[in-house]
């Protein structure tokens, strides 16, 4: 029986997928280091039967990856490029979690073709990931942004706009693609909302409205997301 095993499967959306995904393997920064070739490989080998990744793993904070710009270059590019080519050598399906940011931000209700421009470092590294992904035969770049199902800060943006979802919701839209045949780039999310408003659709009270212009890390203003094609091929 061939097996899923998700990278991240400490993190958010790791540990959300492994409860919805059947006969998948949790793969940490103990026992599955993606930039570690030899854990990778070793793993890999006491692992026969994987036949598709779901990379997860990543820095995502922009905060952090500012403030650690070496350590997310090793993570989120160097790290998901050696995966890639394991994956590669080894024909095993990767499916790579990417971001709504890697678009400017300019226009919103972007689509899978749509021109790619980072407003900040963590888009960039990414992206980074990315490349190296698209030069496989067998891939998924999931675009997408996700929250956990509790809004956990004390305030949100007002001028941002966003196709997020919680997490609970967005692991139903990656469990689908994991199980179909769809190979390529594919956007999934909800309707196009600003950030404050998603807090509140999702139970939040009391909250304060706080602008991007009031960070210290570029903020794009609208990457809503078309997900036409998703509903088109996988729904």
Not at 91 to 105: A, E, K, Q, W
Not at 161 to 170: F, H, K, L, M, V
Not at 184 to 204: E, F, M, N
Request: hydrophobic share 40%; with cysteine; net charge negative.
């Amino acid at each position: 029986m061939s097996q899923i095993l998700i990278t991240g499967g400490a993190g958010k959306l790791g540990s959300a997928l492994l409860e919805v995904i059947d006969n998948a393997v949790c793969g940490t920064r103990e026992n599955f280091d993606f930039t570690n070739v030899e854990m990778v490989t070793e793993f890999l080998n006491s692992n026969p039967t994987i036949n598709t990744i779901v990379h997860c793993g990543a820095m995502v904070s922009p905060p952090r990856v500012n403030e650690q710009i070496d350590q997310a270059i090793h993570d989120n590019i160097i790290g998901t490029a050696l995966l890639s080519s394991i994956c590669f050598q080894r024909n095993i399906r990767l499916i790579y979690i990417s971001t709504d940011y890697v678009f400017s931000g300019e226009k919103g209700n972007y689509n899978e073709q749509d021109e790619l421009m980072p407003q900040n470092k963590y888009a960039w590294s990414k992206l980074g990931g990315e490349c190296a992904v698209q030069m496989l035969n067998n891939f998924v770049i999931i675009r997408m942004s996700f929250g956990p199902d509790v809004f956990p800060y004390k305030a949100a943006f007002i001028d941002q706009y966003t196709s997020r979802e919680p997490a609970s919701e967005i692991i139903k839209k990656i469990k689908n693609i994991v199980f179909s045949s769809f190979k390529g780039v594919i956007h999934i999310g909800g309707s196009r909302k600003s950030v404050y408003d998603y807090a509140l659709s999702i139970g939040a009270e009391s909250i304060d409205a706080i602008s991007i212009k009031d960070m210290n890390v570029k903020m794009p203003k609208d990457t809503s997301l078309d997900t036409s094609l998703y509903k088109s091929t996988i729904e």
